[in-house]
């Protein structure tokens, strides 16, 4: 499956009650690992660049994303923004997650949407659907690669949107 319900929590901690201890761990944790991981380069044409593979994706919105409606994007990836313009697209070695989260809200400092519906058309172009922002305000699209057998979080890259 191309999901996993793990990721929002390895990419957005959550914050708790316990001991101080383990939250300074948690703290230390998600500097040394999760930050290099939450690489949040775009450049202006949209494409985002995953930091720990040669490879880069690209959102391509059917229509401007709206609150309470359904939206839907193709997702393609390649090893560079030249191979995406001419259309020179890659298969990630990898499984494919997509998560709709939004940052800020809420006890517990953030708020995801339902799980959306990824399906593979073809090398390394991907259709995402029944994806709803619920709220309005900045949403983050995360999208994640893990390892096919240990589920291991490698790569993963966020893009914001406006929601009105």
Known sequence: ???????????????????????????????MVLTPLRSNAESENGTLFFSTQQLVAQIEFTEEPKLNIESAWTLRFAESQE????????EPDFDIEVKLWMSGCGPKGG?????????RIS????????AYFIMSGTWDIVIALRERDSKKLVDIVTKQVSIK
Do not use: E, F
Not at 3 to 11: A, E, F, G, R, T
Not at 111 to 119: D, E, G, L, N, Y
């Open 1 to 31: 499956m191309l999901h996993s319900d793990d990721l929002l929590q390895q990419v957005y901690p959550r914050r708790s009650s316990r001991m101080k201890m383990q939250r300074l761990a948690l703290i230390l944790y998600s500097l």
């Open 83 to 90: 191979d995406l313009k001419s259309k020179s697209l890659v």
């Open 111 to 119: 708020h995801p949407s339902a799980p959306v519906k990824i399906q």
């Open 123 to 130: 090398r390394g172009t991907y259709d995402i659907s029944q």
